[in-house]
């Protein structure tokens, strides 16, 4: 965070957040400032409307130019909501337009407009369609449309903001207000069509003529853009060919998206098409030759080119949406291409592009539709081939199709699995989803539902098999995603549809809710969406056919201006089958399945005006605690067990975080019925990756507060368990968080942890820290945690994808008993460098060693890179060891590794065994380590460059060198408790 170099008191304007050098009059309508030091920089150097961000009621702002020094600039636009004290503009999460060279500048990247403004100049900002995750902004230089831009700002973060170099101004500024009339921008005058500024365009004659081209950089075409985008009232526009350069002339008429740029000829884009009147031919989405050209559809002096676009019979509300519409063009009202294709976001807007100097035409945006033909053009809409809506493998075959649904049949009986993908509605907004319905299914049929972007593999490929699709396997009951496979419920059966929704979606993330057929959430996935442009798409994976099933898809499972935000009844949160509710009380029953922790997560994630939770302590020999959790949090074990989550527990005044635990120095004491309550205040937007603050109070009296690391995606409310029989109620009061503006500022300058110690004990017993161990679960006496001297010490844990159903229950189980240590896994590392950076930092390797494995090759190039790690094996009990196949010229090297047989987790002495092994490989890594520590000390150069003993000290690189070697593992392997493979 960019800490201010004005240490001066701060002026304190309600409604705003600037800096000193601000003085504002008159509400804020006049704007003085003063010259900034060279010291401060000038992305602080701003005033920001704090009061009301630019919304649906309030579309606009505007701003004029009353003095500034020569040679310097003024900062026009939006921005996230400025950090109180700290204004800054956010380089990702703002757009500005520059007075000096007229650029627009949004992520960093600068696009120059051409259209410069000055003293006496009147600018203005108008909001023209806002999406789930990013919004289309208009500039207008003295109420002319001179350019639009994407900002990635969602509804109610887009704050107006104003900035200025190091100069004195004074600026007039006509902030926005709720209820605001909109302003109208005629379409019909070609002066508001943006473009070079080298076409001429007369609003008496409705002319556009390209009169003077770039003389500083050769262009490829220029164009101009509408500023109304089509929609059902406006589908139709004309232009007359007034002038055409017979060598090198042509005029294009076509569709573009929001951000296209002004030289090149609509078509030769990606999200456009165009009509050519040089050689007649239909260019679409960037291709460099035409799609079509046929013979008599040039055009020349006198022609009129026409545009048009068949709507399909939906809410005007998504007519911004990139839903599929039929493109047509016209000659001389005469209807000659027409192509179905998918609008982009924020709609389709006219353009005109222009080739050579002396280009001229008439526009015409209030001609009609040509009525000749126009029912075929909509038949042509509603009765396309199907495949045009969706992507499948040539074995699924279509058996049905309704206008919200269809009918799919996997015919072979193959286990390699078959992708059907619907390509009508991506899912674009909050609460987009779809849900699938089992008409017919072998015993043996893998079904998956979820997403995945356009371009993932047709055959052979599951969803979760890369960052970019995620989805629920029905028959496993798991979640498979970037970060491997996770167990949830299982399916029910015929009679149970599940239901896959969007939560969340930004240029970096995606997160994805799976329901069943009664509304009970089953989990939550994330999907990477940094650097992937296409969208995600409702998709159905099938295996092992013949199998049948109903995909049923809907604009919106939840509306998204109607999407329920509350806590809801505790029945609706996310929890293992062990945590029973009834409607908002929750209780951890006794199960030899959830005798460790267990959590309840809240179905809607904390947000600005909603991030205060409270839950009423009720019965248990352990009270529940509170805390945080991120999207992908496993609800069947330790709350505060990894990144991204926090958890108090109050019987034992414990604090887990980020997988550290501390412990309160001055915890209070809490008894049954005391309401225990937790918050969060967010130092940037919601749901992006931010270091905040998390609160605890007791009967809203805060007594800790510490810094806390917000995963992307956001947090959610959860109460976790650590005991059979104990329960909470989830209590609906005020949502919003109690603390103070300016305490809530000062906590969040704050980076440290007072109240709080870290908990050292190297040993303790698990019935003593919160977390239960029954005897019906573990039959081999007392086991103890085992904290490593490494907090973040690292095990990889090495099985195939195939067997994770089996596994997986003992990687859970690994996890609660080793607390501080963290897992990573083959499910997890997908590709091979993925392997290789987990297997570079493990501190050993558990290898759940299987027929299946040894048969692998894919385990096999995995097994080879464990050179040099100790390993310890895992062998299925029904398996012949040591295996041969790929590993067989490693026999005898395997048959040193130390070894315990296990089958499922319901055989208890397996799991009993691999603890205690895994217990002394811990033990026995912590003395190595302890012991090069203690070498490396001995050794360590004092200040003249010698050791204690009086020999010359290495050099700083052979130092660094040394080190390294000492944290790989020792050569002496009789010494340990597991074998190297060398």
């Given at each position: 965070m960019y800490s201010r170099k004005d240490k001066s008191p701060r002026l304190v304007t309600p409604g705003f957040?600037?800096?000193?050098?601000?003085?504002?009059?008159?509400?804020?309508?006049?704007?003085?400032?003063?010259?900034?030091?060279?010291?401060?920089?000038?992305?602080?150097?701003?005033?920001?409307?704090?009061?009301?961000?630019?919304?649906?009621?309030?579309?606009?702002?505007?701003?004029?130019?009353?003095e500034l020094t020569e040679g310097e600039f003024v900062m026009f636009g939006l921005t996230n909501r400025c950090v109180p004290g700290n204004p800054m503009w956010i380089i990702d999460r703002?757009?500005?337009?520059?007075?000096?060279?007229?650029?627009?500048?949004?992520?960093?990247?600068?696009?120059?407009?051409?259209?410069?403004?000055?003293?006496?100049?009147?600018?203005?900002?108008?909001?023209?369609?806002?999406?789930?995750?990013?919004?289309?902004?208009?500039?207008l230089k003295n109420d002319r449309l001179v350019y639009r831009q994407w900002v990635n700002?969602?509804?109610?973060?887009?704050?107006?903001?104003?900035?200025?170099?190091?100069?004195?101004a004074k600026l007039k500024v006509e902030w926005p207000s709720s209820g605001q009339p909109d302003i109208s921008i005629r379409k019909d005058l070609p002066s508001n069509w943006f473009g070079w500024t080298g076409l001429h365009r007369d609003d008496q004659s409705k002319t556009v003529t390209l009169a003077e081209p770039d003389s500083e950089m050769k262009r490829s075409a220029y164009n101009v853009q509408s500023p109304a985008v089509f929609n059902k009232a406006f589908?139709?526009?004309?232009?007359?060919?007034?002038?055409?350069?017979?060598?090198?002339?042509?005029?294009?008429?076509?569709?573009?998206?929001?951000?296209?740029?002004?030289?090149?000829?609509?078509?030769?884009?990606?999200?456009?098409?165009?009509?050519?009147?040089?050689?007649?031919?239909?260019?679409?989405?960037?291709?460099?030759?035409?799609?079509?050209?046929?013979?008599?559809?040039?055009?020349?002096?006198?022609?009129?080119?026409?545009?048009?676009?068949?709507?399909?019979?939906?809410?005007?509300?998504?007519?911004?949406?990139?839903?599929?519409?039929?493109?047509?063009f016209t000659l001389n009202t005469k209807v000659i291409y027409k192509k179905?294709?998918?609008?982009?976001?924020?709609?389709?807007?006219?353009?005109?592009?222009?080739?050579?100097?002396?280009?001229?035409?008439?526009?015409?945006?209030?001609?009609?539709?040509?009525?000749?033909?126009?029912?075929?053009?909509?038949?042509?809409?509603?009765?396309?081939?199907?495949?045009?809506?969706?992507?499948?493998?040539?074995?699924?075959?279509?058996?049905?199709?309704?206008?919200?649904?269809?009918v799919f049949t996997l015919t072979t009986e193959s286990d390699e699995p078959q992708l059907v993908q619907y390509l009508r509605y991506p899912l674009s907004n909050v609460g987009d989803g779809f849900f699938l319905e089992v008409m017919d299914i072998r015993p043996n049929t893998e079904l998956q539902l979820g997403v995945c972007v356009s371009d993932h593999p047709m055959e052979g490929s599951f969803l979760g098999s890369n960052s970019t699709s995620c989805g629920y396997l029905f028959r496993l009951g798991s979640l498979a995603m970037k970060d491997g496979m996770r167990p949830v419920a299982k399916w029910a059966g015929l009679n149970d549809t599940i239901t896959c929704y969007l939560d969340f979606q930004d240029e970096k993330l995606a997160v994805l809710c799976f329901e069943n057929g009664s509304g009970e959430m089953i989990g939550r996935a994330t999907v990477t969406r940094a650097n992937v442009?296409?969208?995600?798409?409702?998709?159905?994976?099938?295996?092992?056919?013949?199998?049948?099933?109903?995909?049923?898809?809907?604009?919106?499972?939840?509306?998204?201006?109607?999407?329920?935000?509350?806590?809801?009844?505790?029945?609706?949160?996310?929890?293992?089958?062990?945590?029973?509710?009834?409607?908002?009380?929750?209780?951890?029953?006794?199960?030899?399945?959830?005798?460790?922790?267990?959590?309840?997560?809240?179905?809607?994630?904390m947000l600005t005006g909603s991030s205060f939770f409270s839950i009423r302590l009720l019965d248990g020999d352990k009270l529940p605690g509170i805390g945080l959790s991120k999207a992908?949090?496993?609800?069947?074990?330790?709350?505060?067990?990894?990144?991204?989550?926090?958890?108090?527990?109050?019987?034992?005044?414990?604090?887990?975080?980020?997988?550290?635990?501390?412990?309160?120095?001055?915890?209070?004491?809490?008894?049954?019925?005391?309401?225990?309550?937790?918050?969060?205040?967010?130092?940037?937007?919601?749901?992006?990756?931010?270091?905040?603050?998390?609160?605890?109070?007791l009967n809203e009296q805060t007594f800790f507060h510490c810094r806390f690391l917000m995963m992307h995606g956001g947090v959610y409310p959860t109460v976790t368990f650590s005991s059979a029989g104990c329960s909470a109620e989830v209590l609906e009061t005020n949502r919003a968080q109690p603390i103070p503006e300016n305490l809530a500022s000062e906590w969040l300058n704050e980076d440290r942890m007072d109240g709080a110690v870290p908990y050292t004990a190297a040993q303790d017993h698990m019935t003593s820290n919160g977390y239960t161990l029954e005897k019906a679960t573990y039959d081999g006496g007392d086991l103890t945690v085992v904290q490593s001297d490494n907090q973040q010490c690292v095990i990889y844990v090495s099985h195939t994808v195939r067997e994770n159903d089996r596994v997986s229950p003992f990687i859970a189980a690994l996890k609660k008993h080793f607390l501080t240590c963290v897992f990573e896994t083959s499910a997890l590392c997908v590709e091979m460098r993925d392997k290789k950076d987990a297997l570079a930092r493990c501190e050993f390797v558990i290898l759940f060693m299987s027929d299946i494995y040894s048969e692998s090759h894919e385990m096999a190039m995995e097994f080879s890179l464990f050179e040099g790690k100790q390993v310890l094996v895992a062998a299925h009990s029904e398996m012949h060891w040591p295996p041969g196949h790929y590993f067989k010229d490693r026999q005898k090297r395997m048959e040193r590794c130390p070894m315990v047989k296990v089958s499922t987790i319901d055989n208890t002495a397996c799991l009993n065994a691999l603890i205690k092994l895994v217990d002394a490989q811990m033990q026995e890594s912590s003395k190595s380590n302890k012991k090069n520590k203690d070498a490396s000390s001995d050794s360590h150069p004092t200040a003249n460059g010698t050791t204690p003993h009086g020999k010359q000290g290495k050099t700083k690189g052979a130092a660094q060198s040394h080190l390294q070697h000492n944290k790989s593992p020792s050569k002496d392997s009789s010494k340990s408790s597991a074998c190297h493979i060398l």
């Open positions: 957040e600037h800096l000193n050098n601000f003085v504002l009059f008159d509400d804020g309508g006049d704007v003085f400032i003063k010259r900034i030091d060279n010291d401060e920089s000038l992305t602080t150097n701003l005033v920001q409307f704090t009061k009301t961000p630019l919304t649906s009621d309030c579309t606009h702002y505007t701003m004029t130019i009353q703002s757009v500005r337009y520059h007075s000096n060279d007229g650029g627009v500048f949004n992520g960093g990247m600068g696009i120059k407009t051409y259209h410069p403004y000055t003293i006496g100049d009147r600018i203005t900002c108008k909001l023209d369609y806002t999406g789930p995750d990013r919004s289309l902004v208009n500039f700002l969602p509804p109610g973060q887009l704050y107006p903001t104003i900035g200025v170099s190091r100069t004195e589908n139709y526009f004309e232009i007359e060919v007034v002038e055409k350069t017979n060598k090198k002339g042509c005029l294009a008429i076509g569709l573009v998206a929001g951000n296209c740029e002004p030289f090149v000829m609509p078509g030769w884009t990606n999200k456009s098409i165009g009509y050519h009147s040089d050689d007649g031919g239909l260019y679409c989405d960037g291709n460099e030759k035409p799609e079509q050209n046929e013979e008599g559809k040039k055009s020349g002096q006198g022609d009129i080119m026409g545009c048009g676009v068949i709507f399909p019979p939906i809410e005007e509300f998504h007519f911004r949406e990139p839903i599929l519409v039929l493109v047509y179905r294709m998918r609008q982009p976001r924020g709609g389709f807007f006219p353009c005109v592009g222009f080739l050579a100097e002396g280009d001229s035409c008439k526009l015409n945006v209030e001609a009609q539709q040509p009525t000749e033909g126009k029912n075929d053009l909509l038949a042509t809409l509603n009765s396309a081939d199907v495949t045009s809506d969706f992507r499948c493998s040539e074995v699924i075959q279509f058996r049905e199709l309704a206008p919200d649904s269809a442009i296409s969208p995600l798409y409702a998709s159905v994976v099938m295996s092992s056919g013949p199998c049948t099933v109903r995909m049923n898809w809907s604009r919106s499972i939840y509306n998204t201006h109607n999407l329920d935000r509350s806590w809801g009844y505790a029945e609706q949160w996310l929890r293992p089958p062990g945590i029973k509710a009834n409607k908002n009380k929750l209780t951890l029953e006794t199960s030899e399945s959830y005798s460790f922790a267990a959590c309840a997560q809240c179905r809607q994630p992908t949090t496993d609800v069947s074990t330790v709350l505060g067990s990894d990144k991204g989550e926090v958890c108090f527990l109050p019987s034992s005044g414990e604090l887990l975080l980020d997988n550290n635990k501390w412990v309160l120095q001055n915890s209070p004491v809490f008894k049954k019925g005391d309401v225990l309550q937790c918050g969060m205040i967010f130092a940037e937007q919601d749901r992006v990756e931010q270091k905040g603050v998390v609160f605890f109070a």
